[in-house]
């Protein structure tokens, strides 16, 4: 497996607006990686907030101050074109450490239609987490993923069609499903290439891919969804319980799509108690 670098940083620092991590870990690029999206080139900001453009995996890992044994792989969303780091990231990662949880955001590259590329950073993610289980206090047993939206397909993806599964999911209103009339069309455009086969769209179309092996999971996400049909949650919880996988869905009466750790989100404290609430038998 690819070498990656890690650095400490000891003093303040912001990353798209963050505090200052505790620890970034550059994976690897589109030239040391074991897949490659085509992409080069700088990073750019797309309507002042969104990482676009994104050719380098990387992790910016938030410590657990008060530590309970467990971490997680945090990925934002963006459709697989660019990413909500901040408040589905960094913001995300930042409220977990500070409920005992250390948590690590995952920088992960733009599939631009190679599949396999996103899936690739989850994974090595997910393995670096493990290794680095002793030095930052967790148990390496106990290292679970947080995906939203696109995000949310990508962390359910290592769930599904990962051999080396996380031990635990929390999804928020995630991208699932492929079937027309269901799906988030630019989600599996970015992520197959236009004009993909029906074959990978049966292939990434998670809710088909749920097995026993599946990690127990959490899905959050509102009724209103008018981005992501609350349907993709619904298909995946149906299969969740088919296959006997434990799982919970809190299904919210508005908020739409997006809403992360938005303050503004009228349900936020339920939310973060529910999460709480729920990773407590992991």
């Known amino acids: 497996m690819k070498n990656f670098l890690l650095c400490c940083f000891c003093c303040a620092a912001t990353v798209c607006g963050?505090?200052?991590?505790d620890e970034h870990i550059v994976i690897w690029d589109n030239e040391s990686a074991p897949t490659s999206s085509g992409l080069f080139g700088p990073t750019f900001i797309e309507?002042?907030?969104y990482e676009a453009n994104n050719n380098?995996?990387?992790l910016f890992v938030y410590k657990a101050k008060e530590p309970n044994g467990r971490a997680v792989?945090?990925?934002p969303g963006g459709g697989y074109h660019n990413l909500a780091i901040g408040y589905e990231g960094h913001d995300m990662a930042r409220w977990l450490a500070e409920n005992g949880t250390t948590a690590a955001v995952l920088k992960y590259r733009m599939p631009n239609g190679h599949c396999e590329v996103p899936r690739n950073d989850a994974e090595q993610a997910l393995k670096i987490m493990r290794e680095h289980a002793e030095e930052w206090g967790y148990d390496a047993a106990r290292v679970g993923i947080v995906g939203s939206s696109a995000g949310g397909h990508l962390a359910a993806s290592t769930g599904t069609i990962s051999d080396d599964k996380p031990a635990f999911m929390v999804l928020f209103y995630p991208v699932i499903t492929?079937?027309?009339g269901k799906l988030h069309k630019r989600s599996f455009e970015c992520l197959l290439g236009k004009g993909y086969s029906a074959?990978?769209?049966?292939?990434y179309s998670l809710e088909k891919r749920v097995s026993a092996l599946t990690p127990p999971t959490l899905l959050l996400l509102s009724d209103d969804d008018r981005i992501v049909p609350p349907v993709n949650s619904m298909l995946f919880y149906e299969a969740l319980k088919r296959n006997g996988v434990k799982a919970s869905m809190h299904v919210f009466p508005t908020g739409d799509h997006g809403w992360g750790i938005k303050s503004e989100f009228k349900y936020i404290d339920q939310w973060k108690a529910y999460v709480l609430d729920w990773l407590e038998q992991f």
């Not at 963050?18 to 991590?21: E, H, L, P, S």
């Not at 074959?199 to 292939?203: D, G, I, L, P």
Request: aromatic share 0%; proline share 0%.
């Open 73 to 75: 792989v945090v990925c």
């Open 56 to 58: 380098v995996a990387e």
């Open 18 to 21: 963050a505090q200052a991590q």
């Open 178 to 180: 492929a079937e027309e």
């Open 199 to 203: 074959e990978k769209a049966r292939n």
């Open 47 to 49: 309507k002042g907030v």
